[in-house]
């Protein structure tokens, strides 16, 4: 069973930068899709940001012009380099692939900003 692994979160003050990535532990055909979602405490999990395999790009309106997705087709690894990190950027994210039929969902990597 595939397992995605996501690093690069942390603590960071408000106004900085970090980034994710998110690589699978064996080969993943068929991919349509990636992306990141995030969850903070009490509230649903939404999408953040996703890259299809073409290479087209679709952001949540809370991150746009602060946040890039970006992908390695050859390495199934997708990254988000997050920047001018705000307070309520603070949650959980989690990576996700989506395949033709099926996907993945990583663990988590927590990311907190301090004000």
């Known amino acids: 069973q595939v397992q995605l692994m996501e690093s690069g979160g942390g603590l960071v003050q408000a106004g900085g930068s970090l980034r994710l990535s998110c690589a699978p532990s064996?080969?993943?055909?068929?991919?349509?899709?990636m992306g990141w979602y995030r969850q903070a405490p009490g509230k649903q999990r939404e999408l953040v940001a996703t890259?299809?395999?073409?290479?087209?790009?679709n952001y949540a309106d809370s991150v746009k012009g602060r946040f890039t997705i970006s992908n390695d087709n050859v390495k199934n690894t997708v990254y988000l380099q997050m920047n001018s990190l705000k307070p309520e950027d603070t949650a959980t994210y989690y990576c996700?692939?989506?395949?033709?039929?099926?996907?993945?969902w990583g663990q988590g990597t927590q990311v907190t900003v301090s004000s």
């Open positions: 996700n692939i989506q395949r033709t039929f099926g996907g993945y």
């Open positions: 064996g080969r993943i055909f068929s991919i349509n899709t």
């Open positions: 890259i299809t395999s073409g290479g087209s790009t």
